[in-house]
């Protein structure tokens, strides 16, 4: 999800709710306590320079159970982000705490944030020795029953 997605999102919202991938809620008390732009630049390792930038929100569990953000103070904080972060309209990664910080892409369903499994890959598979393969099809073979047999008309 990019940031001008989840501005979109908010301002039709009256609440907000983040759903982890196992289905269940961030407390509704959560806080988030960064918005920041996020710059990686790396290599690879088949040799290329590469890089990424991503919005990253923090989303933090309080004690406080008495304030919630609500979607019209979120959107404020996204605002002042873009103006005082000079941030575009980039991918949004969300950090939670979990046995260790997690990272979560986001998505949304209509009515909440999605924070979705991010996977590690290799970016130069050609260069690397990684084999490439292709995926394999399979089939599944069904019992012949009796309607089913040359000439009884059902095919």
């Not at 709710?17 to 988030?32: D, K, R, S």
């Not at 103006?83 to 909440?112: A, M, R, W």
């Not at 089913?148 to 095919?155: D, E, H, L, V």
């Amino acid at each position: 999800m990019k940031l001008s997605q989840i501005k979109s999102a908010l301002k039709q919202l009256e609440t907000i709710a983040f759903q982890l991938p196992n289905g269940e809620l961030v407390p509704t008390h959560f806080h988030v306590t960064e918005v920041g732009k996020v710059t990686k630049h790396f290599i690879d390792c088949g040799g290329t320079v590469r890089n990424e930038e991503v919005v990253n929100f923090q989303l933090w569990n309080a004690t406080d159970y008495d304030h919630r953000l609500h979607p019209e103070k979120l959107l404020h904080i996204i605002n002042l982000s873009e103006k005082t972060l000079n941030i575009g309209d980039l991918e949004i990664e969300v950090e939670y705490q979990g046995q260790t910080i997690e990272k979560f892409g986001l998505d949304f369903d209509g009515t909440n944030f999605l924070l979705t499994s991010k996977q590690t890959d290799c970016l130069a598979k050609d260069k690397c020795g990684i084999p490439v393969t292709e995926p394999q099809v399979g089939f599944t073979y069904a019992p012949i029953s009796s309607c089913c047999t040359p000439g009884s008309g059902c095919c």
